[in-house]
C-alpha cells in the first residue's frame, strides 16, 4: 500500500517553474549538445527541499566539459509530469569540486591499471556501481536485450561473493567477521550506498549476528528488519523503484527455495531465476517492457561472470596490485558472452498498474509462502491474469 501511495503522489508532484541554488552530484555521463552539456544529476540539497534526494536532468549552457562529481549551481527549475529539469549557464556554476576519498582513488587505481577501456568501464559500472552509460550503446543494448542489466546492478550477489571468498581465509568464527568487515567497506567506502546493495549488507550484517549469537537466522525476518531499516534511515526510498525491485526479487527466491521440489544445484539456479522474475517482473511491468529470457540466461551468465568478479574483489581489497591481464581476459569474455546471449532476448509488454502490480506481486508471495514443492508455481497465476486481462 505504501509503494502504491507514493508512487501516487509521485505522479502527482506538481508542475512548476522556480530557481534557487542546488547543490548536486553528477550521476550520469555529460552528453554533449551544440550549446553546452546535459546529465543526470542527484539533487543533494539545495533552497527547495521537496527536490533533494530526488533525480533530475541538468543542462549546462556554454559548458563544454565538466570533469567534477559535485556541484553547486544557481539554476532555473521547471517540473513537468513529475520530471525534473534544471539549467543554467557557464556562470550559474558557484563551486565545483571533485569526490574526495577512498572511492575515488581506488577508480583512479583502476583507470590507471587496465588499459583496455571496455574492460576498464564494465568494471567500473559492475564493480564500483558507476552509471552503466559509461559502457557503449551495443553493449548496454546487449544487457538489456538479454534481459541480464540486473546483473550490473551492486547488490546481493556482489555481498555472498565476497563472503564465499573471504570467509575461508580464518577459521569460524574469524572469517566470518573479516567477511563482514569487508562487506561494510565495499558497501560504504567502495559504491554508492543505494538501496540493493544496502539491503544485502545489512541482511548479512544481521546474519552473522545472528550466527555469532547461536542462533539459527531466519532469511525472510532478516529480509523485512533490513527494508523497515533502510525506510526508517532513507525514507525516499519509498519512492524508489531500485528499493522495491530489489525487496521484491529477494524475498521470492527466499520463499521459492524454501521447500522446493528438487535440491539439486543446476536445478536450483535456474528455480531461483524463475522466482527472482517473477518478483520482478510485475513492478517492471508497471513502467517498462519486461524481459523473460532472463530466467533462463540469468544462471549460465553469473557463472562466467564469477571467475571476473573474484579477480576483481581480490584485486580491489589489494588495492589492484594483482596482474591486470586475468582481469581483462576475464571481463572480456563476460562481455562477449553477453553480446551472444543477447541474440536470444526477447522483450513483452505487459502494461500493468503500479496498483495492480503490487497485488500481483503480493499474492504471489503469499503463494509461495503456503505452498512447498511443485505447488509453488500457482505463484505464476496472478502474472497470468495480468496478462491476460
Not at 549551481?73 to 558557484?94: P, Q
Not at 571496455?118 to 559502457?135: H, P, Q, S
Request: one cysteine or more; charged letters at 20%.
Amino acid at each position: 500500500m505504501i509503494f502504491s501511495l507514493f508512487v501516487n503522489l509521485k505522479d502527482k508532484l506538481p508542475d512548476l517553474s522556480d530557481e534557487g541554488v542546488f547543490y548536486l552530484r553528477v550521476d550520469g555521463i555529460p552528453q554533449a549538445e551544440d550549446s553546452g552539456l546535459k546529465v543526470k544529476v542527484l539533487v543533494e540539497g539545495g533552497d527547495l527541499m521537496d527536490l533533494q534526494g530526488k533525480m533530475a536532468y541538468l543542462t549546462l549552457r556554454g559548458v563544454h566539459n565538466l570533469g567534477k562529481d559535485h556541484l553547486e549551481v544557481d539554476a532555473r527549475v521547471k517540473i513537468k509530469d513529475g520530471r525534473i529539469y534544471l539549467s543554467a549557464n557557464s556562470e550559474d556554476i558557484l563551486d565545483a569540486w571533485d569526490e574526495d576519498g577512498i572511492r575515488k582513488r581506488l577508480i583512479s587505481k583502476l583507470e590507471e591499471k587496465v588499459k583496455d577501456p571496455l574492460v576498464r568501464d564494465f568494471t567500473k559500472a559492475y564493480i564500483f556501481g558507476e552509471d552503466a552509460d559509461l559502457l557503449p550503446l551495443e553493449v548496454q543494448r546487449s544487457f538489456w536485450e538479454s534481459g541480464l542489466l540486473h546483473i550490473l546492478v551492486v547488490s546481493g550477489s556482489h555481498i555472498a561473493l565476497i563472503f564465499m571468498v573471504f570467509y575461508r581465509f580464518l577459521p569460524y568464527p574469524y572469517g566470518h567477521i573479516l567477511s563482514l568487515i569487508l562487506s561494510f567497506f565495499y558497501t560504504f567506502y567502495v559504491v554508492r550506498t543505494e538501496p540493493p546493495v544496502l539491503r544485502a549488507f545489512l541482511m548479512f550484517l544481521l546474519y552473522v549476528m545472528a550466527k555469532l549469537s547461536d542462533h539459527r537466522p531466519d532469511y525472510v525476518s532478516i529480509l523485512f528488519v533490513s527494508g523497515a531499516i533502510i525506510l526508517f534511515v532513507f525514507p525516499e526510498y519509498l519512492q524508489s523503484y531500485s528499493f522495491w525491485l530489489s525487496f521484491f526479487a529477494t524475498l521470492f527466491i527466499l520463499l521459492s527455495i524454501k521447500e522446493a521440489p528438487i535440491q539439486n544445484k543446476v536445478f536450483m539456479s535456474f528455480w531461483v531465476s524463475i522466482f527472482a522474475f517473477l518478483g520482478t517482473a510485475p513492478l517492471v511491468a508497471s513502467f517498462s517492457l519486461t524481459t523473460p529470457m532472463s530466467i533462463l540466461l540469468t544462471a549460465p551468465a553469473s557463472l562466467i561472470l564469477t571467475p571476473y568478479t573474484v579477480y576483481s574483489f581480490l584485486d580491489l581489497f589489494t588495492l589492484f596490485s594483482l596482474p591486470s591481464f586475468p582481469l581483462e581476459i576475464l571481463g572480456k569474455l563476460a562481455i562477449e558472452s553477453i553480446r551472444v546471449m543477447s541474440n536470444l532476448g526477447f522483450l513483452l509488454n505487459l502494461k500493468a498498474s503500479a496498483l495492480g502490480s503490487f497485488f500481483c506481486t503480493t499474492a504471489s508471495a503469499l503463494v509461495l509462502y503456503f505452498t512447498s514443492g511443485w505447488w509453488k508455481l500457482l505463484a505464476f497465476v496472478p502474472l497470468l491474469l495480468i496478462v491476460i486481462i
